[in-house]
């Protein structure tokens, strides 16, 4: 996306391991959220923080959101096999949600 | 609720044919998205509606894409006539509050590919 960049691209752990993804944007935003997508599945909603919000958590799932440096970060610890999955962040821009073009995690069993 | 519903699940067509892909969104949902999903451009926001009235449609490629809403429970997207290059994933998403305050629900998605 010209609006957005992740990294890695792609991300391969062990179970058990910790797993963090990383999301720049190039906007002011008032949000940021991110999505998982299994394969053959639609996203699924994980989180969002607001411009407001400098660190959100839920369950294993740890969001932090720097707005000086215009990135954010996902955090997954203790990776499940389950977790195997892609991962996007999502900003609003002039009304329109958009996508980055999201990291491909595999957690091996 | 069922979720976003989404139908055909794969549709295969052959080159200048019309393609419809089809949607019901989760009920009380206000906004209504299509994004289009493929490797080399990843998900691109196509057009999004508001209490059935398309707000952007600026994401549309061409005019052989169009969309419609005729009611807060249906959304098409026509192609015609479709061309290999339309091959993706199309989803439907909705939400229920100002667009970006509150999560998309994505259905599963039509896989379309053209012969």
Redesign the interface.
Known sequence: SQQGEEDPQALSIQEGENATMNCSYKTSINNLQWYRQNSGRGLVHLILIRSNEREKHSGRLRVTLDTSKKSSSLLITASRAADTASYFCAFLIYDKVIFGPGTSLSVIP | DAG?IQSPRHEVTEMGQEVTLRCKPISGHDYL?W?RQTMMR??E?LI?FNNNVP??DS?MPEDRFSAKMPNASFSTLKIQPSEPRDSAVY?C?SSDLR???????????TRLTVT
């Open positions: 976003v998205f994004y990843g998900l926001l999004y707000i952007d994401g989803f998403a667009v970006g305050d509150s999560p998309l629900h994505f259905g599963n998605g």
